[in-house]
T-cell receptor, first 114, second 114 residues
């Protein structure tokens, strides 16, 4: 199994540009999670999906952030417009189910907004 | 907010056992204790979890006190590759509005020294 796949691994963009981060969960996993990690705030859950449906998006910082899961094998996290304070490492994780199942994390996307 | 308290850092000699403590004095009866670790520049990695009994797997052992207010993660023979940030997480079960969430604290930075 290839594990959770994220792309790109690194992204550098200018303030105001749209950024799209991509995630392919482990095949057969029904839950997908997006996290953000910064030095100041640590690891934070942004949103999670169960069976492609968003269950909890209370961690999404503001309307500039949106996430979609059009099918069981693909999810995107979009930031539009991006700001320097969005600079962080964004992790995607998947698990067989949302509750007590283990979450498997991808390698992350390091985003730098200039 | 994280419901756990961990020391910010610890050292361990290579080949010796690493004992990482965690306090979770407000844990409730339906909450599990999870441990993850994050090696530099990688996504968090699941280690072990338990409810009230001690648990062991190929990576580590988890000792939970009888009152469940604290626990210890034991890496029996630490290697240099075990150098990482270790997170102790209290996780709610199905049926809660927080189902599925992993709320990360600051963790313990374990430095294994030769």
């Amino acid at each position: 199994d290839a594990g959770v796949i994220q792309s790109p691994r690194h992204e550098v963009t200018e303030m105001g540009q749209e950024v799209t981060l991509r995630c392919k969960p482990i095949s057969g996993h029904n839950s997908l999670f997006w996290y953000r990690q910064t030095m100041m705030r640590g690891l934070e859950l942004l949103i999670y999906f169960n069976n492609n449906v968003p269950i909890d998006d209370s961690g999404m910082p503001e309307d500039r952030f949106s996430a979609k899961m059009p099918n069981a094998s693909f999810s995107t996290l979009k930031i539009q417009p991006s700001e320097p304070r969005d600079s962080a490492v964004y992790f995607c994780a998947s698990s067989p189910g949302p509750d007590t199942d283990t979450q498997y994390f991808g390698p992350g996307t390091r985003l730098t907004v200039l | 907010d994280a419901k756990t308290t961990q020391p910010p850092s610890m050292d361990c000699a290579e080949g010796r056992a690493a004992n990482l403590p965690c306090n979770h004095s407000t844990i409730s009866g339906n909450e599990y204790v999870y441990w993850y670790r994050q090696i530099h520049s990688q996504g968090p990695q699941y280690i072990i979890h338990g409810l009230k009994n001690n648990e062991t797997n190929e990576m580590a052992s988890l000792i939970i006190t009888e009152d469940r207010k604290s626990s210890t993660l034991i890496l029996p023979h630490a290697t240099l590759r075990d150098t990482a940030v270790y997170y102790c997480i209290v996780r709610l079960l199905n049926g809660s509005s927080n189902t599925g969430k992993l709320i990360f604290g600051q963790g313990t930075t374990l430095q294994v020294k030769p």
